[in-house]
């Protein structure tokens, strides 16, 4: 095995961050995690970079999951079961399930990044989310030296929150997830309540959507709003929609009559943080070289040239902003390094 040296990470986060890593190595098959001496090493386990802000360099070993592979490992009278490597590209992979006619995750398509981090922070959008067409999944723990396996109960899914974003679980090095089973029901229905993907195919005059045809739509509806990385750097939503009690919300809503309410089954009420950044003027608004996007303000973009030092001075801005209209705390979504 031969580590890497003093790695550019700048082309592996889509904020483009300037950043090395001390050591460096490309993880192409499971094998490779078993070798003792990456035991002993400080480890970050990096998949697509889409989540990430880089702060600085990175004194320890970077594993890039790089892992490919994807299959039908069995099906049953209710469910497809396909498997997928930790280093398959999203989107790719989503796409590849629709042409072989498993539909169920058309609605993530176009999601930035790998399907070995989809299930950390349970990535979701237009009214779906990756755990609830999860199965499990296998990792390497590096404290048990062997691979373990987890099912949909024990990764404890919530709103971009899993097992693996608690403390000392799969940010902290001590584990890399390898591959992950998917479940998609035989039993297909459109999943299409999110406004702007019923507006989208609305416009379209499709009444009865196949899934390819809310595939194309979701990636019309995000090529609309979201920026795409490879031109104007960025993670995404940058920050978690706020989660409040029903009282609180309805208390914001008297002083903000326009403000967004999302009833949750628990009772509590999810805001739209975008909205937020909004009305406290932050829409196409820049500190330096780093803004929240002109078309979605919860999307921070790198202009050219950011440093992290950069990302979290607007970060910090944004969020006392915010704090100071509307009295709540903006959590940042992406992991730093
Ligand atoms: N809004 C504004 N101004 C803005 C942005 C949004 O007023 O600049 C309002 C919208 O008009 C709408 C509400 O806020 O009433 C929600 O906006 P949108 O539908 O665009 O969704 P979001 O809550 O901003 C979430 C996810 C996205 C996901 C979309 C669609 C989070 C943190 N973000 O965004 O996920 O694509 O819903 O389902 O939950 C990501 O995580 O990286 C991501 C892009």
Redesign the pocket.
Known sequence: MTLQQNVDLSPFNTLALPGQAARYLKITDPAQLADPELKSEKRFILGGGS?LVLTGDFAGLLLHMAIPGKRLLREDAEAFYIEAGAGENWHDFVQWTLAQGWPGLENLSL?PGTVGAAPI?N?????LEVGECFDSLTAWDFEQQDFVSFDRASCRFA??DSLFKQQGWHLDGRMAITSVVFRLAKAWQPNIR???LAQELAAQEINRPTPQDVATAIIAV?QR??PDPAQIPN???F???PVVCAEEAGRLAVDHPGL?RYPQPDGRVKL????L???AGW?GKNLGPVG??E?????LVNHGGATGADVKRTMAAVQADVRARFALDLQA?PVFL
């Not at 990535?123 to 009214?127: D, M, P, R």
């Not at 739209?272 to 909205?275: H, K």
């Open positions: 989540n999601i922070q990535i979701g959008a237009y009214g709103y971009r999110y406004a702007d995000r709003k979201l993670t995404g939503s920050f978690h929609n967004p739209a943080a975008g909205w950044i909004e009305q829409k929240m996007y078309k979605q303000a919860l999307v979504e």
